[in-house]
């Protein structure tokens, strides 16, 4: 069941034993106004990525090296489904049969094969929407349409008793090396990513309104490490696309998300975070975060569950347009506008960072009193919204219409929001915020000239780096 209080409708509340790690970050949240994370020598920002001599002409290619949406990789039969396939002779390898589905990373996150343990570790994951959950203070109301649009047809597909993880209802979109999220400090290179549509097994060629993202850590010890990840990354740019090309990018894959990928983490399981962004379920939009967590319960058998925690970066909503918001932006002025803050559990003695994100379309972060009057400085508060859940999907802070990958039918490429992409001739899109300052965006554009900067730099200057401080 999931760590977390909840209340079944129309009953008394309960409360389900929480993890005591969970439990302890919740009893012991921050008072206080949040810090800078880390001070040095050299910082960077969300707009510009890194500020250490920025090597802007490379040989990166983005579509194959950071953000990959190609046809010939998320419909490569061998990797992406579980049927047979027209293999050609000989086969590069590595080429594992399903190596990139939803439900191969679901056995990397349990640390299992076991079909009776990985039914049990899916169902109580997608149990977090079937009650009202009760996380850091924020009422998480229950969505049990997703007994209606995922577990029924998967049950269904199945054809038995247990989900079968083959049949899994979720089309891969991308794939992404988030090399920019490095913190060398911390043991890490980044990210790698993987970005998975639902479907509906009786009609595959419906997109359905919800997406996943599987985050993984890039562990890193040292820097020969982070600059081996990114050299690995790199050479994906010398391949075609084609055999050849997704052989070397399951080799690299295969280092974060197979069972076992992290020995010392919960499960073996390399995984940061599971996120989803949907509104197939209920309105409004919703966004909401997982990780693995202890169970609670000295001995309990099998890995670790998957339990809603808070969103990263992002304030409960009740707190919208209210004064505390804009203390929290005012008092925290340095460090927000260095990138370098995050929104903690509890502020001012009050639950503050959110349980789930709900949003619309038009949803920009501010204090009271209309467009940034009670805020200090407007740059303060656009990087706030931005970096929140609700903020970066929506269209006042970065003209987001909910998604920044698209699901995708079969046969067509996932789109990417402008906000990735920048303007469809080239260079940034321009987007006037809520408080009429004007922000360009073209973050794929910011990730090329990061991993330029990255596999230029020397172990020296790198040690000094100031971590990125964004989720997104």
Request: aromatic residues 6%; contains cysteine; proline residues 8%.
């Amino acid at each position: 069941m999931p760590s977390v209080s909840a209340a079944g409708p129309g009953h008394p509340r309960d409360t389900v034993l929480l993890a005591p790690l969970l439990l302890l970050a919740l009893l012991v949240a921050p008072l206080a106004s949040a810090q800078v994370l880390r001070s040095g020598a050299v910082e960077r920002s969300g707009d510009t990525g890194s500020l250490l001599p920025m090597t802007t002409s490379c040989s990166i290619v983005p579509e194959k090296e950071l953000f990959i949406v190609d046809l010939s990789v998320v419909e490569d039969c061998l990797r992406t489904t579980w049927g047979s396939c027209p293999t050609p002779v000989p086969l590069p390898l590595p080429a594992t049969q399903g190596a990139w589905t939803f439900g191969r990373l679901m056995q990397g996150l349990a640390g299992t094969a076991d079909p009776v343990v990985l039914d049990r570790f899916v169902r109580d994951w997608l149990a977090h929407w079937q009650q009202n959950l009760l996380i850091n203070g924020d009422s998480v109301p229950a969505r049990p349409a997703i007994k209606t649009h995922v577990i029924d047809p998967w049950q269904l597909a199945s054809g038995g008793t247990l989900l079968d993880m083959k049949k899994a209802p979720f089309r891969l979109l991308s794939i992404v090396a988030r090399l920019d999220l490095r913190d060398l400090a911390a043991g890490s290179a980044g990210e790698g990513r993987f970005i998975f549509g639902l479907t509906d097994p009786q009609n595959p060629q419906q997109a359905k309104e919800m997406t996943v993202i599987f985050e993984y850590q890039l562990d890193a010890r040292d820097c020969g490490a982070l600059q081996n990840w990114a050299a690995s990354w790199h050479a994906l740019g010398s391949h075609p696309f084609g055999p050849q090309y997704n052989a070397a990018l399951q080799a690299v894959t295969d280092r974060f998300t197979r069972i076992g990928a992290s020995s010392r983490r919960l499960n073996g399981s390399a995984i940061s975070q599971v996120r989803t962004n949907e509104i197939l379920l209920a309105a409004p939009w919703e966004l909401r975060e997982f990780r693995l967590t202890p169970s609670g319960v000295i001995g309990s058998p099998g890995p670790a569950p998957l339990t809603e925690v808070t969103v990263a970066r992002t304030p409960n909503t009740v707190h919208d347009k209210q004064q505390i918001l804009a203390d929290f932006i005012n008092g925290n002025q340095a460090a927000i506008l260095a990138n370098q803050h995050d929104v903690p559990l509890s502020f001012q003695w009050q639950s503050f960072r959110a349980g789930h994100s709900p949003h619309n379309l038009q949803f920009g972060w501010d204090g009271p009193g209309g467009p940034c009057a009670s805020i200090v400085d407007p740059e303060a508060r656009h990087i706030l919204s931005r970096e929140t859940c609700s903020g970066c999907h929506g269209t006042p802070e970065t003209n987001t219409r909910f998604y920044q990958v698209l699901p995708r039918a079969p046969g067509q490429v996932a789109q990417l929001a402008g906000f990735l992409t920048g303007a469809p001739g080239g260079g940034p899109i321009w987007v006037t915020d809520p408080c009429g300052r004007t922000h360009p965006f073209d973050d794929i554009e910011r990730r090329r000239q990061d991993l330029c900067t990255l596999l230029g730099s020397s172990c020296a200057t790198l040690s000094e780096e100031v971590p990125l401080q964004i989720v997104h």
